[in-house]
């Protein structure tokens, strides 16, 4: 039995300056031991007329994460990656699978709108790997472009990495007592407030 991937994901912003900061702790899992073996920490820049937003913060962590995974980390040690996040924007998403009409309606949302944060929904779905399996076949980066994924869409039924590592998304609840996720606020935190990468 191979290992799993715990990694929690935050983002946080401070309105009066503009900055953000994101925040990534992983956990490997084998059986019932758990150990940390990656983090992050990172600045956001912005500006108080132009702020760096939650929602960005958030999106930025979970996509970094991805990247950092796919570089730093075997993947063949492992057969499972969960997302822990506090954010229910992100977690949403997933579990709903808003992506699927964002991908049919080129990136449009039911009001005929630019999806919010569309480029960095670009970025995390086509640089990360991510690949959609459904009952037809699987589609792997920008699935958006394919004629075969919009008539197959409704049929998606899981996430995975290129691997064939499975991916879920899990949402946790902020400023509690998920250690993990504390972990990875304080990341954030220390991004947001050091302008720099620790």
Known sequence: MKKSLL????GGCNPETGFAGLGIHIQEKDR?????????SDFLSGTKEKPVTNQVAE?????????LIKEKLNLNEYDAITILSDSAY???CFKDKWYINWFKNNWK??????????????ELFSNTDLVY???RGSYGSKPWASKEFHEDAANVIELSYSNGLSV???KVKGHDTNEGNNRADLLATLGKNSGKKQ
């Open 7 to 10: 990694c929690y994901t935050d």
């Open 109 to 122: 949302n039911s009001l005929g709108k630019d999806v919010a944060n569309k480029e960095l929904w670009i």
């Open 168 to 170: 879920e998304f899990l």
């Open 133 to 135: 399996k459904s009952l």
């Open 90 to 92: 992100i977690v949403n």
């Open 59 to 67: 999106l930025s962590a979970v996509t970094t994460c991805l990247k």
């Open 32 to 40: 019932n031991i758990q150990k940390t073996i990656l983090e992050c």
